[in-house]
């Protein structure tokens, strides 16, 4: 579950996604009317195979916690305050569910089946609506003593006059470093500047991260600017990350890493210019290479296998 989409799929025990479909989060401001629409659509894709044969329903979800099986305060969910979603989804479907942080589900699905398989020692960063952030030490994702350890999207990039980030702070990351993020320099740095670039061609408010992307492939010298902005603070930040948990790689997941180059090039510079030298070189920083939605599902339904 994202700030965006839900994207669901059927998982067998060999870790194949046999189907798979999405609905948007967004849509309803109501819990139980998303509820009802993800059951709507999930069933019948558990009709193909037969109920009888669901073990149970894993879920990833922002701000989840695996320990209670709730949502609590998702600043980029449309439900604030705490959210029962395990026990929903039990009660409507009538299986039962697992939940946990969907950073943590993405991270699970890339230690067993991705870039990260085979390390006991890594961070997933999940660059989406907002940045969410998977801890493994010793081949365990780290929870914390209440469940919500590893928001690292939460971290104070920018103190002193940052930006107001959803949570009620200012100048967390994911306001810099998300598809929001970029989206947001874009109209700062659009406002300040007097180059040429095709971003001028559209509405200050309705400029996106994917029309910066375009626009950069396209040689556009500010939209180049936008994620050398974005690569450095987040590069910034993944220097200070390294230091608690000494990681052999950082993987990059999610929408903003399909910028390629663009952001991964700012972001290994300004990391590496900022490293401790005890780790300078040391650790690598790779993207994800699973789909997209097969990362966060078949992290989910590795929950699955452990209830």
């Known amino acids: 579950m994202g700030g965006t989409n839900t994207v669901f799929g059927i998982v067998d025990n060999e870790g194949q996604v046999l189907s798979k479909g999405s609905i948007k989060t967004s849509t309803h401001a ?3 009317l998303y ?5 709507s659509e999930l069933s ?3 009709d193909t195979v037969g109920k009888e044969n669901i073990k149970g329903i894993g879920v990833g979800a922002p701000n989840g916690n695996y320990y209670s099986g709730n949502i609590l305060f998702a600043p980029n969910l449309p439900w604030k305050g705490e959210i029962h979603f395990a026990k929903l989804m039990t009660d409507k479907f009538g299986i039962p569910t697992a939940l946990t942080n969907d950073a943590n589900a993405a991270a699970v699905g890339e230690m067993t089946y991705g870039v ?10 999940t660059l989406g609506t907002g940045v969410g952030s998977g801890i493994v030490i010793d081949g ?3 929870y914390g003593h209440d469940g919500f350890a590893g928001e690292l999207g939460h971290v104070i990039a920018v103190r002193d006059g940052g930006r107001m980030c959803g949570c009620g702070r200012e100048g967390c990351l994911e306001t810099y470093a998300s598809a929001t993020g970029v989206a947001r320099s874009a109209q700062e740095i659009m406002k300040m500047t007097t180059k040429p670039s095709l971003l001028h061609n559209i509405s200050l408010d309705k400029i996106t991260s994917k029309d910066v992307f375009d626009a950069a492939m396209c040689g556009d010298e500010v939209a180049k600017e936008i994620f050398e902005f974005t690569g450095k603070i987040l590069g910034e930040c993944l220097a200070d990350f390294v230091t608690f948990s000494a990681p052999e790689a950082i993987v990059l997941f ?3 890493s399909k910028a390629g180059d663009l952001i991964l ?5 300004h990391m590496e210019k900022n490293m401790l030298d005890l780790w300078k070189g040391k650790v690598k920083v790779l993207f994800s290479n699973l789909k997209e939605a097969d990362a966060a599902v078949l992290g989910a339904s590795a929950l699955v296998w452990e209830m």
């Open 30 to 32: 109501d819990i139980n």
């Open 44 to 46: 019948k894709l558990i």
């Open 265 to 269: 090039k700012p972001i290994v510079e």
């Open 140 to 142: 365990k994702v780290v």
């Open 116 to 125: 990260a398989m085979g390390m006991k020692h890594f961070i997933m960063i």
């Open 35 to 39: 509820i009802d629409e993800l059951h």
């Open 254 to 256: 999610g929408g903003l």
